[in-house]
C-alpha cells in the first residue's frame, strides 16, 4: 500500500510550496508521472553532454573529447573542446533567442490583423504606448486613427526581423555607452531573424572555428532577442491589450474551484490567453456553464501566459512550469488550453489518468493526445469560445471523489511594467535614485528563470529574494521566478518586514511589495529598459548601475539568452545549474571572467542562493564604489 | 588475472558501456538491428548514481570462489577455464534467483535471451565478453569507455597504477588532497557544483 508520510517525506524535498507539496502527495498516491520521477530515471546523465563535450551535428559524428587530459581530444572534423562547447552554447542560446522571438512576431502580426481590421475580438487597447513606440519609429502620429498607426508601426517591426534595415531601432533605448561598447566589440544586433540564422550558419562544420567568434556572436544574437523580439513582444502585447498597472491578484493551486468549470491557460503568448478571458465574460457560456451544474467559469493561469494576464487581467495564477502536472492532479481541470513553449510533452498523459482534456492551439506546437483548435487572429473570438464551450461539456465528467484543491490562495501585487514603476516613482526616477545613492536600496538584481529538477522548486528564487531583500537589496523579476515568489507570499507590500530598513521605507512610503514582478520572460526586456531609462537619467552605461540578475534554477534554452543578453547590456549574472560548459576551461573563463574586461560584466555559477547573494551584493558594491556612491 | 578494472573518479555516466554490453550479447550485434530483435538484449553492466550525482559502473568481478556459483543449485554457472570467467550455462538455470541473493555486487539480473528458443528469463551476467576474449578483443564495455574508467588487464598491473599514485602521496606528503588520478580542475569545479545542488536537495 502507498505510505503517505514517505510520500510526504519525498514531496518536502521535490518543492517548497505547501499546496504544491499536498498535490505532490495526492499525485504520487494516484500514481502519476511527473517530471521529478523522470529526472531520476535519467540518472545518471551522460557526462560528456553535461560538460558540453559531445557533438551531435554532422553524420561523421557522434563525437565527444575525453575530457581527462586523454584522447580523443579532437571530434573526426578536428574540433577541440573548446569549439564543440562553444558551438553547443551558441545552438542552445539560439534557439532560446528563436522562441522569444518568433513569439514576438506572432504578437506583432496580430497587431497588424487587428490594425487592418481582419483580427476577431482584438482591439488596440493602449494609445499611449501605441503613440509612444510609433514616435520612436519616426511615424506620425498626430491626428491620425489608432488602426492607421498601428498598422504602419507593425510593419516597421516585422520590417526588425528581416535583413535590409540592419540595425533594429529598439536598440536605441540602451545608453549610449552600452550602445558604444556593442559597437566596439562588433555585436550591435543588426536584425532579429538574421543573427539567428548566422548563429545556425556558424556552427555548421568548417565555418566558425575560432569560441571567442562564436561566443561574440552569441551575444549579438542574445541581444537580437532582448532588445528585439522580446522587446517587440512585450510592446505589442501592451499596445493591443494595455500595459500593466498595479493589482492585486491570487497565486498558487488553491486557485482552482471547487465548484466551476477550471480552465488552465497554459503556455506563453497572450494573443490566445486574452482571447479566452475575453470569451469567459460571454454570457451566453456562463449560462451554459450553470446548466452543466457549475457555479461559473474559472480561469487558472500557469507558466507565462498566466504572468501575462496576471499582469493586465488580474487572473488567478496557478503555478508555474513545474505545478502543470500538479494542476491536473487536483483532479478539477476540465481544460488545459496550452500555446506553446516549456509545455511537457508528458502533459496529456497526465491528463488521461483524469477527465482533462489538453487543447493545442499552434499549427507550431502539437502533442500526440491532445484536441487540436487551431488558434488564428481572424477567427480568435470564436476559437476561444469554442474551447470554452469543450471545457464547459466536460464538467459533466469530473468525479469529486478524485478532487483534491489545497485551502488557501496566497495573495499577491503584480503588474510592475516599467512605466508602472515610473509613474508610482512620479513620473521619474529620481527618487529611486536618490534612494540608491543616500544607500537606502544598494542596487537592485533581476531574478528570473525556471524550475529545474536538479533544484528544490522555489527554493533557490525564493530563498535568493530574501537574502537580497534583507541586505537592502530591490528584487525584480519575471517568469516562473516571480511566480515562485507570489507563492511563498513576498509580492505583497506587508513583505516589505522581510527587508532591511533602507529598502523597507522606501516600499512603505511607496506601498509596493520589495519584489516586484515585472511580467513574463519576454518581459525582461522591461527590465532592460528599465536599467536603461535610470542609466541615461544619470548619463552612465548600464555596466556602471549597481544591479545583478540570476537564474537560480533555469532549465530553458531562453534562459541562456536572457542571461547573455543581461550580461552583454553589463548586467553581472548569476546562474544557479551549470551550464554545459565545464569541458573548456577556455570558454568557462571567457564567460565567468574574461567578459569583464570587456562589457564590465561576466557571469558566475552558484547554486546556493546565499552564496549567490554575496556574490551579488559584492558585485553591486563595486559598482556603487566605482560610482563613488 | 585479467580483469575489468574500474576507476569510478573517471566515469562521466555516458553509458556507453551499457549500450556495448547490449550490442554485443544481442543475437545481430550491430546497434541498429540489435534495437528491433525480439528478445532485446539488455546491458549486463549497470551504472548508476550514488551520491552527488557521481556514477559507479557496477559490474560482475567473477570472483573466485564465486559465491553465485557455490550457491547454484543446478550447477547452471560454471567457470570458463581459459579466462577464469563465471559464465552462465541458460539451458541449465532454473530462474531461481539464488544466485542473485548471493552476489555480493547485486549485478545479476535476468532476461531473455536469443540462445534459448523458449520465452524463460534467465541469469544473464556479464560473461566478460569470453567469445571476444578467444579472437583476442577486450571486453565491449572497456573497449567503448572513452575515459578510463573501465580499464582491462592484468589486474596486478592495474593495481600498480594506483599503488603509484599512493607512493607519490605519502613521499610528498600531501596527504589526501592528491586525487588519484589526479583530476583536471574543470572537473573538479564541476563537481563540486553537482555535489553543492545534491546537498541542497538534501540528497548528499
Known sequence: MYDSSAGKKIAQTRALDKADQEIMVKSMEDGIETVWDRFAGQQPQCGFGNLGVCCNRCAMGPCRTEPFGKKPTRGTCGADADLIVARNLLDDLTTGAASHSDHGREVVEAMLATAEGHAQGYQILDEDKLHAVATEYGIKTAGRKKEEIAGELARALLEEFGTLKNRIQMTERAPQKTRDTWKKLGIMPRSVDREVVEAMHRIHMGVDSDYTNLLLHAMRTALSDGWGGSMMATDASDILFGTPTPKNALINLATISRDKVNIVLHGHNPILSDMIVKASEDPGLIKRAKDAGAKGINLAGMCCTGNELLMRRGIPLAGSFFDQELVIATGA?????????????????????????????????????????????????????????????????????????????????????????????????????????????????????????????????????????????????????????????????????????????????????????????????????????????????????????????????????????????????????PPKIFGSPNVTNLLASQLGGIVNASFAIEPDPIKAADLLEAEINRKRKALGI | MKTVFVRPELCVGCRHCEVACAIEHAESRTLFDAIHEEKISKPRIHVEVGINYLPFPNRCRHCDPAPCMQVCPTEALYRDQETSSVVVDYGKCIDCAVCAMACPFGIIHFQKVHQLDTGREVNAKCDNCIERQKIGKIPACAEACKTGALEFGDADDLIRVSRKDFTMRVIKSEGTDVEVPKLPANIRAFRAIMAELAELRGES
Open chain 1, 333 to 577: 481541470i476540465e481544460a488545459m488550453v496550452i500555446d506553446y513553449q516549456c509545455i511537457f510533452p508528458a502533459v496529456t498523459q497526465t491528463a488521461g489518468c483524469y477527465h482533462t482534456k489538453v487543447v493545442t492551439t499552434s499549427r507550431k506546437a502539437k502533442i500526440p493526445g491532445a484536441i487540436h483548435k487551431e488558434f488564428q487572429p481572424e477567427t480568435g473570438l470564436d476559437t476561444a469560445k469554442e474551447i470554452i464551450g469543450l471545457a464547459i461539456d466536460n464538467f459533466v465528467n469530473r468525479n469529486p471523489d478524485r478532487v483534491r484543491i489545497p485551502e488557501k490562495p496566497m495573495q499577491m501585487m503584480s503588474g510592475f511594467s516599467e512605466e508602472a514603476i515610473r509613474k508610482a516613482l512620479g513620473g521619474t526616477y529620481k527618487p529611486l535614485i536618490d534612494a540608491i545613492v543616500a544607500g537606502k536600496i544598494k542596487g537592485a538584481v533581476g531574478i528570473v528563470g525556471c524550475n529545474n529538477p536538479k533544484i528544490k522548486q522555489d527554493y533557490g528564487h525564493v530563498t535568493l529574494a530574501k537574502e537580497l531583500i534583507k541586505r537592502d537589496i530591490l528584487v525584480v523579476e519575471t517568469g516562473c521566478a516571480a511566480i515562485a515568489c507570489g507563492k511563498a507570499g513576498l509580492l505583497v507590500p506587508e513583505a516589505a518586514d522581510m527587508a532591511g530598513s533602507g529598502l523597507k521605507s522606501v516600499c512603505n512610503a511607496l506601498g509596493i511589495p520589495p519584489v516586484l514582478h515585472m511580467g513574463s520572460c519576454v518581459d525582461c526586456s522591461r527590465i532592460l529598459v528599465l536599467a536603461a531609462n535610470i542609466a541615461k537619467e544619470l548619463n552612465v552605461g548600464i555596466s556602471d548601475l549597481p544591479l545583478g540578475g540570476a537564474a537560480p534554477e533555469w532549465y530553458s534554452q531562453k534562459a541562456i539568452s536572457i542571461g547573455t543578453y543581461f550580461v552583454a547590456s553589463g548586467v553581472y549574472t548569476v546562474l544557479g545549474i
